[in-house]
């Protein structure tokens, strides 16, 4: 990106949490996403544990078998339906898909103990909940810029990205205990389903000042509006950068959680506590989201993710020698504060550059770009592992992160 473009993003009077939380439509907007949040993690853990209780036996590789097509059913929409969601959140009030999306969610999870106990019926209802997903998570990046100003939109993104690492790791945490205070895995419809009709609630009350009235006056030709949005971000180097970016960094991510494995034997844990490494990784990307949105604006939206991918590749680098397990959480949580300096900075870019009536195609095609990349590593990783060993696909990696951070700082600056 431009040093113009982007010192003109800058403000001299930054809008910091405080001011942001007290915009009472961008409270709505993130109380409803922690319930979203945390009701998706748990769905998660909730599906898994209906596995093994109904369909899986005795037998670890049947239970291995059956929950890995959960998480294909739940993959599957975000790969097919992804860019075309955000095609129609262009034409939809924003506030009717964030409401509706998480009231189906919630009718459909609650729906679970009155359907046939078979496990296609838990692979549909996975399917329909994650397809409904898609249509809330650019719905949900398109409002920010409509209810904060350009002002507090470093700040907002903070707290969001905060939220969501933390509801993921809270949320895997606290799944299964929940799930056994209510008497199991049976019951657990209550919790998620709950959560997601309070999403919807909460949402409900929200004001985004749209026009609905001339958002349904606009013709809707998918395939026309998928292309536009590609030719939007093939032209807007800034965008298209900071996508380029995002992309990378939850590549990374997705590459971890292979790695973390691995990694967990290397430095002398069990293979099953590779989840430490992971809740390390979380750590730091919360503490660098409260540390970007607080200080980021100190800092060109350039430098910060520069120095977050220079972080990255160098921690990924180090980790290939290190053998010591505090050692090896301590940098994990170094990872996590530079995909922080990447991740917030890059998504505000984006939000700050893109046009209100693009952002739902753009934002829509982000999601399934996301999507993908964290996808993608879960079966080349592994693979890749197999052939050249651990320590090599690591090095690699923050080789690649490091080339890359660098080959776009020079053009951001030509």
């Known amino acids: 990106m431009t040093p113009i473009t982007q010192e003109s993003s800058r403000q001299t009077q930054r809008l910091g949490f405080g001011e942001v939380l007290r915009n009472r439509d961008f409270l709505l907007l993130w109380c409803g996403q922690i319930f979203s949040q945390l009701a998706d993690k748990v769905y998660t853990v909730l599906m898994i544990a209906l596995v093994a209780l109904h369909f899986a036996g005795s037998e670890a590789s049947a239970s291995l078998s059956l929950s890995s097509g959960v998480f294909i059913a739940s993959s599957i929409p975000a790969i097919l339906f992804g860019s075309a969601a955000g095609v129609f959140v262009d034409r939809w009030p924003k506030k009717t898909v964030l409401v509706a999306s998480n009231l189906l969610r919630g009718l459909f999870v609650l729906a679970l103990p009155l359907l046939p106990q078979q496990y296609a019926v838990l692979l549909a209802i996975t399917f329909l909940v994650s397809t409904l997903t898609q ?9 920010i810029p409509l209810i904060v100003d350009r002002r507090g939109l470093l700040s ?15 949320g895997f945490a606290v799944g299964e205990p929940a799930l056994s205070l209510l008497g199991g895995a049976d019951n657990g419809h209550w919790v998620v389903g709950g959560a997601y009709l309070v999403a919807g609630l ?9 026009d609905s009235e001339s ?3 606009r013709d809707t030709n998918l395939l026309k509006d998928l292309r536009e949005g590609l030719a939007y971000i093939r032209g807007n180097p800034v965008v298209s950068r900071a996508l380029v970016q995002l992309i990378v960094l939850y590549s990374i991510m997705a590459a971890l959680t292979v790695l973390a494995i691995g990694v967990a034997q290397a430095v002398g844990l069990k293979e099953q506590q590779f989840g430490f490494l992971m809740a ?3 750590v730091g990307l919360v503490l660098g989201a409260g540390g970007v949105g607080q200080f980021g604006d100190r ?3 350039n430098t910060l993710a520069f120095a977050g991918a220079l972080v990255m590749g160098l921690v990924l680098v180090a980790l290939t020698w290190v053998d010591n397990v505090w050692l090896a959480l301590a940098l994990t ?27 739902g195609k753009v934002f829509g095609l982000q999601n399934n770009a996301i999507n993908i990349a964290l996808s993608l590593p879960l079966v080349l990783v592994g693979g890749l592992t197999a052939s050249f060993g651990l320590k090599p696909v690591i090095l690699g990696l923050g080789v690649a992160v490091i080339a890359i951070g660098l080959l776009i700082r020079s053009y951001s600056r030509a």
């Open 135 to 143: 249509f809330f998570a650019p719905a949900e990046t398109a409002t």
């Open 156 to 170: 907002a993104n903070s707290l969001f990205t905060t939220t969501m690492m933390g509801a993921a790791v809270l």
């Open 299 to 301: 800092f060109s939206r």
């Open 202 to 210: 909460v949402l409900g009350m929200l004001h985004t000042g749209e």
């Open 280 to 282: 390390a990784a979380s």
């Open 333 to 359: 949580v170094v990872l996590g504060i530079g995909g922080a300096c990447v991740g917030v900075p890059m998504q505000t870019v984006i939000q700050e550059e893109t046009p209100e009536q693009m952002r």
């Open 215 to 217: 958002l349904g006056q």
